[in-house]
Protein backbone atom coordinates (compact mmCIF):
# COMPACT_ATOMS: atom_id res chain seq x y z
CA UNK A 1 0.00 0.00 0.00
CA UNK A 2 1.10 3.33 -0.97
CA UNK A 3 0.11 6.69 0.17
CA UNK A 4 -1.78 6.66 -3.17
CA UNK A 5 -4.53 5.23 -0.65
CA UNK A 6 -4.91 7.95 0.84
CA UNK A 7 -7.61 10.17 -0.12
CA UNK A 8 -6.05 13.57 -1.34
CA UNK A 9 -8.75 15.53 -0.41
CA UNK A 10 -8.06 15.02 3.04
CA UNK A 11 -4.03 14.33 2.94
CA UNK A 12 -3.28 17.74 3.42
CA UNK A 13 -1.91 19.41 6.65
CA UNK A 14 -5.06 22.57 7.06
CA UNK A 15 -7.73 19.99 5.72
CA UNK A 16 -7.08 17.03 7.89
CA UNK A 17 -6.71 19.42 10.41
CA UNK A 18 -10.47 20.90 9.84
CA UNK A 19 -11.63 17.27 8.96
CA UNK A 20 -10.42 16.13 13.05
CA UNK A 21 -11.58 19.35 14.43
CA UNK A 22 -15.39 18.92 12.55
CA UNK A 23 -15.31 15.04 13.49
CA UNK A 24 -14.78 15.62 17.54
CA UNK A 25 -18.62 17.31 17.52
CA UNK A 26 -21.22 14.92 17.78
CA UNK A 27 -23.18 13.88 14.61
CA UNK A 28 -25.96 16.72 13.76
CA UNK A 29 -23.66 19.36 15.23
CA UNK A 30 -22.54 22.98 13.47
CA UNK A 31 -19.67 25.30 14.37
CA UNK A 32 -19.26 28.41 13.66
CA UNK A 33 -17.01 29.70 11.02
CA UNK A 34 -15.58 32.12 13.12
CA UNK A 35 -15.18 29.42 16.16
CA UNK A 36 -13.68 27.24 13.46
CA UNK A 37 -10.89 29.71 11.96
CA UNK A 38 -9.95 30.51 15.95
CA UNK A 39 -9.36 26.79 16.15
CA UNK A 40 -7.58 25.91 13.08
CA UNK A 41 -6.19 29.19 13.47
CA UNK A 42 -6.13 29.63 9.47
CA UNK A 43 -6.79 33.30 7.49
CA UNK A 44 -10.01 33.22 6.41
CA UNK A 45 -9.00 33.26 2.58
CA UNK A 46 -7.59 30.00 3.81
CA UNK A 47 -10.04 28.93 6.00
CA UNK A 48 -12.75 29.71 2.98
CA UNK A 49 -10.53 27.54 0.21
CA UNK A 50 -10.14 24.62 2.12
CA UNK A 51 -13.15 24.20 2.96
CA UNK A 52 -14.25 24.95 -0.88
CA UNK A 53 -12.20 22.06 -1.81
CA UNK A 54 -14.08 19.92 1.25
CA UNK A 55 -17.54 21.08 0.52
CA UNK A 56 -16.81 19.84 -3.41
CA UNK A 57 -15.63 16.62 -2.38
CA UNK A 58 -19.32 16.19 -0.35
CA UNK A 59 -17.28 15.81 2.90
CA UNK A 60 -18.62 19.12 4.51
CA UNK A 61 -21.68 21.41 4.42
CA UNK A 62 -21.76 24.83 4.94
CA UNK A 63 -25.04 26.69 5.49
CA UNK A 64 -25.44 30.74 6.15
CA UNK A 65 -28.03 32.21 8.42
CA UNK A 66 -29.07 35.99 8.82
CA UNK A 67 -27.63 39.06 6.49
CA UNK A 68 -25.30 41.41 7.00
CA UNK A 69 -23.41 41.76 9.84
CA UNK A 70 -25.36 39.66 11.68
CA UNK A 71 -24.80 37.12 8.93
CA UNK A 72 -23.59 33.80 10.83
CA UNK A 73 -21.90 30.18 8.47
CA UNK A 74 -21.94 26.90 10.41
CA UNK A 75 -19.99 24.38 9.16
CA UNK A 76 -20.59 20.47 9.84
CA UNK A 77 -19.14 17.36 8.25
CA UNK A 78 -21.64 15.36 6.33
CA UNK A 79 -22.32 11.56 6.27
CA UNK A 80 -19.84 11.10 3.93
CA UNK A 81 -17.11 13.38 5.23
CA UNK A 82 -16.98 10.69 8.76
CA UNK A 83 -17.15 7.95 6.35
CA UNK A 84 -14.25 9.14 4.59
CA UNK A 85 -12.12 10.57 7.27
CA UNK A 86 -12.83 6.86 9.18
CA UNK A 87 -11.60 5.41 5.63
CA UNK A 88 -8.36 7.64 5.86
CA UNK A 89 -7.89 6.51 9.44
CA UNK A 90 -7.87 3.16 8.51
CA UNK A 91 -5.65 3.54 5.19
CA UNK A 92 -3.24 5.82 7.59
CA UNK A 93 -2.88 3.26 10.12
CA UNK A 94 -2.16 0.01 7.82
CA UNK A 95 0.40 2.78 6.26
CA UNK A 96 2.19 3.32 9.62
CA UNK A 97 1.99 -0.30 10.33
CA UNK A 98 3.97 -0.91 7.09
CA UNK A 99 7.30 2.03 7.59
CA UNK A 100 7.25 1.45 11.72
CA UNK A 101 8.02 -2.11 13.37
CA UNK A 102 5.54 -2.98 16.09
CA UNK A 103 5.83 -1.30 19.17
CA UNK A 104 7.49 1.67 18.22
CA UNK A 105 4.21 3.29 17.12
CA UNK A 106 3.36 6.09 19.57
CA UNK B 1 -18.74 39.97 -4.13
CA UNK B 2 -20.42 38.23 -1.35
CA UNK B 3 -19.74 37.17 2.44
CA UNK B 4 -18.68 33.80 4.02
CA UNK B 5 -19.00 34.21 7.60
CA UNK B 6 -18.68 37.82 7.49
CA UNK B 7 -15.63 37.44 5.88
CA UNK B 8 -15.83 39.10 2.20
CA UNK B 9 -14.96 36.39 -0.66
CA UNK B 10 -14.74 37.02 -4.51
CA UNK B 11 -16.19 34.82 -7.23
CA UNK B 12 -14.17 32.35 -6.70
CA UNK B 13 -14.43 31.91 -3.19
CA UNK B 14 -10.96 33.68 -2.37
CA UNK B 15 -11.47 36.25 1.04
CA UNK B 16 -10.82 39.79 0.26
CA UNK B 17 -9.86 42.82 2.09
CA UNK B 18 -11.59 46.02 2.13
CA UNK B 19 -9.99 46.66 -1.17
CA UNK B 20 -12.03 43.39 -3.42
CA UNK B 21 -8.16 42.24 -3.34
CA UNK B 22 -7.91 38.18 -2.74
CA UNK B 23 -6.19 37.61 0.70
CA UNK B 24 -3.59 34.88 0.89
CA UNK B 25 -4.11 31.03 -0.09
CA UNK B 26 -2.20 28.18 1.27
CA UNK B 27 -0.46 25.92 -1.46
CA UNK B 28 -1.55 22.81 0.27
CA UNK B 29 -0.94 20.59 -2.20
CA UNK B 30 2.96 21.70 -2.52
CA UNK B 31 3.07 20.62 0.42
CA UNK B 32 4.26 17.54 1.85
CA UNK B 33 2.72 15.38 4.18
CA UNK B 34 4.33 11.60 4.96
CA UNK B 35 2.35 9.48 7.10
CA UNK B 36 3.79 10.14 9.99
CA UNK B 37 3.22 13.83 9.85
CA UNK B 38 -0.50 13.18 9.41
CA UNK B 39 -0.22 10.64 12.62
CA UNK B 40 1.13 13.48 14.46
CA UNK B 41 -0.99 16.03 13.20
CA UNK B 42 -4.40 13.90 13.68
CA UNK B 43 -3.15 13.02 17.22
CA UNK B 44 -2.72 17.05 18.12
CA UNK B 45 -5.93 17.95 16.19
CA UNK B 46 -8.40 15.89 17.81
CA UNK B 47 -6.72 16.39 21.15
CA UNK B 48 -7.02 20.18 20.66
CA UNK B 49 -10.52 19.80 19.65
CA UNK B 50 -11.66 18.08 22.47
CA UNK B 51 -10.15 20.36 25.17
CA UNK B 52 -11.69 23.10 23.33
CA UNK B 53 -15.13 21.68 22.90
CA UNK B 54 -15.37 20.27 26.53
CA UNK B 55 -16.57 21.69 29.55
CA UNK B 56 -14.12 22.40 32.84
CA UNK B 57 -16.15 20.00 34.65
CA UNK B 58 -13.51 20.30 37.43
CA UNK B 59 -13.65 24.14 38.24
CA UNK B 60 -17.48 23.27 37.90
CA UNK B 61 -17.50 20.34 40.55
CA UNK B 62 -15.58 22.63 43.06
CA UNK B 63 -17.43 25.76 42.99
CA UNK B 64 -20.67 23.71 43.55
CA UNK B 65 -19.40 21.89 46.12
CA UNK B 66 -18.37 25.19 47.91
CA UNK B 67 -22.24 25.75 47.46
CA UNK B 68 -23.21 22.76 49.51
CA UNK B 69 -20.33 22.47 52.00
CA UNK B 70 -19.74 26.30 52.45
CA UNK B 71 -23.34 27.37 51.90
CA UNK B 72 -25.47 24.34 53.20
CA UNK B 73 -23.13 24.55 56.33
CA UNK B 74 -23.55 27.93 57.13
CA UNK B 75 -27.86 27.30 56.94
CA UNK B 76 -27.19 24.52 58.77
CA UNK B 77 -24.98 26.41 61.45
CA UNK B 78 -27.69 29.44 61.59
CA UNK B 79 -30.57 26.69 62.42
CA UNK B 80 -29.03 24.14 64.42
CA UNK B 81 -29.20 26.05 68.13
CA UNK B 82 -33.25 26.75 67.27
CA UNK B 83 -35.42 24.95 69.52
CA UNK B 84 -38.36 24.61 68.39
CA UNK B 85 -36.89 25.19 64.26
CA UNK B 86 -38.26 28.58 63.00
CA UNK B 87 -36.62 29.38 59.83
CA UNK B 88 -32.80 29.98 58.44
CA UNK B 89 -31.67 33.53 59.23
CA UNK B 90 -31.21 35.93 57.13
CA UNK B 91 -27.75 35.96 56.75
CA UNK B 92 -27.35 32.62 55.74
CA UNK B 93 -29.65 32.38 53.23
CA UNK B 94 -28.15 35.73 51.76
CA UNK B 95 -24.95 34.33 51.43
CA UNK B 96 -26.15 30.96 50.11
CA UNK B 97 -27.59 32.94 47.24
CA UNK B 98 -24.38 34.32 46.60
CA UNK B 99 -22.10 31.51 46.77
CA UNK B 100 -24.89 29.78 44.14
CA UNK B 101 -24.84 32.96 41.69
CA UNK B 102 -21.10 32.75 41.43
CA UNK B 103 -21.28 29.09 41.16
CA UNK B 104 -23.93 29.50 38.24
CA UNK B 105 -21.84 32.16 36.65
CA UNK B 106 -19.33 29.85 36.69
CA UNK B 107 -20.76 27.18 35.21
CA UNK B 108 -22.46 29.53 32.29
CA UNK B 109 -19.14 30.86 31.69
CA UNK B 110 -17.00 27.73 31.18
CA UNK B 111 -20.20 26.10 29.41
CA UNK B 112 -19.94 29.11 26.52
CA UNK B 113 -16.21 29.36 26.37
CA UNK B 114 -16.54 25.09 24.90
CA UNK B 115 -20.09 25.54 23.20
CA UNK B 116 -19.23 29.08 22.03
CA UNK B 117 -20.21 28.38 18.03
CA UNK B 118 -21.24 24.77 18.16
CA UNK B 119 -24.95 24.99 17.30
CA UNK B 120 -27.48 22.15 15.67
CA UNK B 121 -29.05 19.02 17.77
CA UNK B 122 -26.69 19.24 20.72
CA UNK B 123 -27.09 23.55 21.46
CA UNK B 124 -30.90 22.61 21.51
CA UNK B 125 -30.48 19.90 24.06
CA UNK B 126 -28.38 22.24 26.19
CA UNK B 127 -31.36 24.66 25.89
CA UNK B 128 -34.24 22.67 26.61
CA UNK B 129 -32.00 21.28 29.40
CA UNK B 130 -31.45 24.29 31.15
CA UNK B 131 -34.71 25.44 30.97
CA UNK B 132 -35.74 22.15 32.40
CA UNK B 133 -33.97 22.80 35.54
CA UNK B 134 -34.99 26.67 35.52
CA UNK B 135 -39.04 25.42 35.16
CA UNK B 136 -38.27 23.30 37.74
CA UNK B 137 -36.30 25.48 40.12
CA UNK B 138 -39.41 28.36 39.50
CA UNK B 139 -41.87 25.14 40.32
CA UNK B 140 -40.54 24.67 43.76
CA UNK B 141 -39.65 28.16 44.79
CA UNK B 142 -43.86 28.87 43.86
CA UNK B 143 -44.32 25.93 45.84
CA UNK B 144 -43.20 26.81 48.97
CA UNK B 145 -45.57 29.89 50.24
CA UNK B 146 -48.28 27.27 48.63
CA UNK B 147 -47.60 24.54 51.24
CA UNK B 148 -47.17 27.34 54.23
CA UNK B 149 -50.97 28.73 53.14
CA UNK B 150 -52.04 24.92 53.13
CA UNK B 151 -51.14 24.61 56.87
CA UNK B 152 -47.72 22.58 56.52
CA UNK B 153 -45.59 23.23 59.67
CA UNK B 154 -42.50 24.92 59.80
CA UNK B 155 -40.19 21.58 59.82
CA UNK B 156 -42.22 20.86 56.67
CA UNK B 157 -41.41 23.83 54.95
CA UNK B 158 -37.63 23.74 56.25
CA UNK B 159 -36.76 20.01 55.02
CA UNK B 160 -38.81 20.65 51.41
CA UNK B 161 -36.68 24.14 51.11
CA UNK B 162 -33.08 22.68 51.57
CA UNK B 163 -34.13 19.41 49.54
CA UNK B 164 -36.37 20.03 46.78
CA UNK B 165 -34.01 22.07 44.83
CA UNK B 166 -31.45 18.94 44.89
CA UNK B 167 -34.88 16.12 43.81
CA UNK B 168 -35.14 18.29 40.40
CA UNK B 169 -31.37 18.81 40.05
CA UNK B 170 -31.40 15.08 40.04
CA UNK B 171 -34.53 14.54 38.06
CA UNK B 172 -33.09 17.25 35.51
CA UNK B 173 -29.79 15.19 35.43
CA UNK B 174 -31.38 11.56 34.89
CA UNK B 175 -33.38 12.74 32.42
CA UNK B 176 -30.87 14.61 30.74
CA UNK B 177 -29.13 10.86 29.87
CA UNK B 178 -31.96 10.48 27.61
CA UNK B 179 -30.48 12.83 25.45
CA UNK B 180 -26.68 12.86 26.80
CA UNK B 181 -26.47 8.81 27.30
CA UNK B 182 -23.42 10.14 29.70
CA UNK B 183 -24.04 7.37 32.77
CA UNK B 184 -21.75 9.39 34.89
CA UNK B 185 -24.31 12.35 34.92
CA UNK B 186 -27.42 9.36 35.12
CA UNK B 187 -25.47 8.20 38.28
CA UNK B 188 -24.63 11.63 39.80
CA UNK B 189 -28.61 12.45 38.99
CA UNK B 190 -29.75 9.25 41.14
CA UNK B 191 -27.48 10.04 43.73
CA UNK B 192 -28.58 13.66 44.33
CA UNK B 193 -32.43 11.96 43.71
CA UNK B 194 -31.34 9.35 46.89
CA UNK B 195 -30.00 12.27 49.14
CA UNK B 196 -32.82 14.40 48.38
CA UNK B 197 -35.42 11.74 49.53
CA UNK B 198 -33.65 10.39 52.58
CA UNK B 199 -32.32 14.01 53.65
CA UNK B 200 -35.83 14.34 54.96
CA UNK B 201 -35.34 11.70 58.12
CA UNK B 202 -32.62 14.05 59.70
CA UNK B 203 -35.43 16.64 60.26
CA UNK B 204 -35.19 20.72 59.46
CA UNK B 205 -31.70 21.24 61.41
CA UNK B 206 -29.84 18.02 60.33
CA UNK B 207 -30.83 18.27 56.85
CA UNK B 208 -28.57 21.02 55.62
CA UNK B 209 -25.82 19.39 57.24
CA UNK B 210 -26.77 15.70 55.54
CA UNK B 211 -27.21 17.38 52.39
CA UNK B 212 -24.25 19.87 52.47
CA UNK B 213 -21.45 16.84 53.32
CA UNK B 214 -23.92 14.13 50.98
CA UNK B 215 -23.76 16.46 47.79
CA UNK B 216 -20.56 18.84 48.90
CA UNK B 217 -17.87 16.05 49.72
CA UNK B 218 -18.41 14.17 46.26
CA UNK B 219 -18.53 16.74 43.84
CA UNK B 220 -15.18 18.34 45.62
CA UNK B 221 -13.42 14.53 45.25
CA UNK B 222 -15.23 14.22 41.42
CA UNK B 223 -13.79 17.77 40.98
CA UNK B 224 -10.11 16.62 42.67
CA UNK B 225 -10.05 13.15 40.66
CA UNK B 226 -10.84 14.75 37.34
CA UNK B 227 -7.78 17.38 38.00
CA UNK B 228 -5.48 15.17 39.17
CA UNK B 229 -6.11 12.61 36.15
CA UNK B 230 -6.40 16.19 33.59
CA UNK B 231 -9.80 15.23 32.43
CA UNK B 232 -12.35 17.85 31.50
Sequence with gaps: MSEDALDPVIHAPARL???VTLAALPDGD????????DMIRLTPGNLITHLRKLEGAGYVQTDKTGSGVNAVTSVALTRDGRTALDRYTTALRQLLDAVEPAGQQD | MREVGGTAVDQDGRATDEDGTAMDEEPDEATRMDVRDAAAIMREAGEHARLELTVNRPAIFMSWSLVYLLGYGLMWLSVRDQHPYTA????????????AAMALAVTAALTDRATSGVGGTSAMRRRVYWLSLAVGLIGVYIMQPMLSHAGASRDVIGVFSAS??????GVVLVAGTAA?????????????????????FAGP??????????????????GVVSLARGRR
Design chain 1, 30 to 37: TLSFTRLQ
Design chain 2, 88 to 99: PQGWAIALLVVL
Design chain 2, 164 to 169: SPLLIA
Design chain 1, 17 to 19: RLM
Design chain 2, 180 to 200: WLNWYAFGLGVWLIAVAACSG
Design chain 2, 205 to 222: VGVWAVIGLAVGVPFLAM
